[in-house]
């Protein structure tokens, strides 16, 4: 395996962060890559150096925050007791910034639908939905309940500036699905 020169790991670390920033501040479309240059303090050359354009870097901005979710929120993932996994709302949480861009008005309205997608495929991977299906439930139409339903209150939650903590939040989401799935 390759050994990843720093400058550059930071060099894009400043890029994604200014990314962010910005889409916190204004709509995506009036971004401009001069932008990011002049809030990352590295040159539109370097940005250039590791993304087509400001569509490529959003892409990699998003993939990299759904895979992180996926890693460090799975029940499979062998953590230690010492590292437990977080729960999708400590990761929201902690990533509060990203994700308040991401699913405000001023965010990538394309985030939502790519949100949605890994949502779906995290509860056809990890959930039980065999008390659904006993109830004569199609899967199909449990996760169009359940997916969609999911991502509104990650909203709102953003939205409304994190009223409740997510530790409340993930046993306010465990008795709503207890209630719609058994």
């Given at each position: 395996?390759?050994?990843?020169?720093?400058?550059?790991?930071?060099?894009?670390?400043?890029?994604?962060k200014a990314m962010?920033?910005?889409?916190?501040?204004?709509?995506?479309?009036?971004?401009?890559l001069k932008d990011i240059s002049d809030r990352a303090d590295v040159s539109?050359?370097?940005?250039?150096?590791?993304?087509?354009?400001?569509?490529?870097?959003?892409?990699k901005l998003i993939e990299d925050h759904i895979n992180e979710l996926r890693e460090s929120c799975s029940s499979e993932s062998e953590i230690s007791s010492a590292h437990r996994k977080l729960t999708w709302f400590e990761y929201f949480e902690h990533n509060y910034l990203f994700f308040s861009a991401m699913l405000s008005s001023k965010g990538a309205p394309?985030?939502?639908?790519?949100?949605?997608?890994?949502?779906?495929?995290?509860?056809k991977s990890e959930w039980e939905m065999s008390e659904g299906k006993k109830q004569g439930l199609y899967?199909?139409?449990?996760l169009q309940f359940i997916a969609p339903a999911y991502v509104g209150i990650?909203?709102?939650?953003?939205?409304?500036?994190?009223?409740?903590?997510p530790d409340v939040m993930e046993k306010q989401l465990?008795?709503?699905?207890?209630?719609?799935?058994s």
């Open positions: 395996m390759t050994k990843v020169d720093r400058r550059i790991l930071k060099s894009q670390a400043a890029i994604k962010t920033e910005l889409m916190s501040e204004k709509k995506f479309d009036a971004i401009t539109r050359r370097t940005i250039y150096l590791h993304y087509e354009d400001k569509y490529d870097l959003l892409d394309f985030f939502r639908s790519r949100f949605l997608e890994f949502v779906i495929e995290d509860i899967e199909d139409v449990i990650v909203e709102w939650w953003f939205t409304n500036q994190m009223p409740y903590p465990e008795i709503l699905l207890d209630n719609n799935l």
